[in-house]
């Protein structure tokens, strides 16, 4: 390689760097420039969950517990937002503690990493990490948020599909909108 191709590749190097860093420096100073309100919503929820395939076996055999195929679910969501934008999308991370199985005399603890995205019409989306006593999966979940004066109600479904079955729950709960 010469020193002109070489001072010409450069070139074209830097170029294409300021042209990428370009639409980032307009996302930093619209997220700078634009005021955010940061919207706490955790609180409690609870809901069923549906146990497929040989959850309930596994759970009989592995951990002496006998269940149904459906259990109730009762928690806590830890929820903050990583980043948001006046009027768009915010980006969001949750910590969702259940315990499963209390309507059957069972103690069956969850505790999910989500990490989403919810648009500005409440509707979300996320996944992360799931871990139980069946072990550990990969959970996605998409719910609306509703709101009832400052009360605001969140229907979640979230699906965990796993070695030993595939786990389907319906979620909601309650949260104050600040």
Not at 40 to 58: A, Y
Not at 126 to 149: D, E
């Amino acid at each position: 390689m010469t020193l002109s191709t070489t001072q010409s590749t450069i070139r074209r190097g830097v170029v294409a760097a300021l042209l990428a860093a370009m639409p980032i420096g307009t996302l930093a100073a619209q997220l700078t420039t634009s005021p955010t309100v940061q919207v706490k919503r955790s609180g409690p929820r609870f809901g069923m969950t549906w146990l497929g395939g040989g959850i309930t076996d596994s759970l009989r055999v592995k951990h002496s517990v006998d269940v149904q195929a459906v259990i109730t679910q009762f928690g806590w969501q830890y929820e903050s937002q990583i980043l948001s934008m006046q009027g768009g999308p915010v980006a969001v991370n949750e910590f969702v503690l259940l315990v499963g199985g209390l309507d059957q005399g069972a103690f069956l603890p969850s505790l999910s990493w989500m990490v989403g995205i919810r648009t500005p019409n409440n509707f979300e989306f996320g996944v992360g990490p799931n871990v139980t006593p069946v072990g550990v999966a990969l959970a996605m979940t998409a719910g609306v948020t509703f709101r009832a004066g400052a009360l605001a109600i969140p229907v979640n479904v979230a699906v965990v599909p796993g070695r030993v079955g595939t786990r389907l729950s319906l979620l909601t709960g309650f949260n104050t909108h600040r």
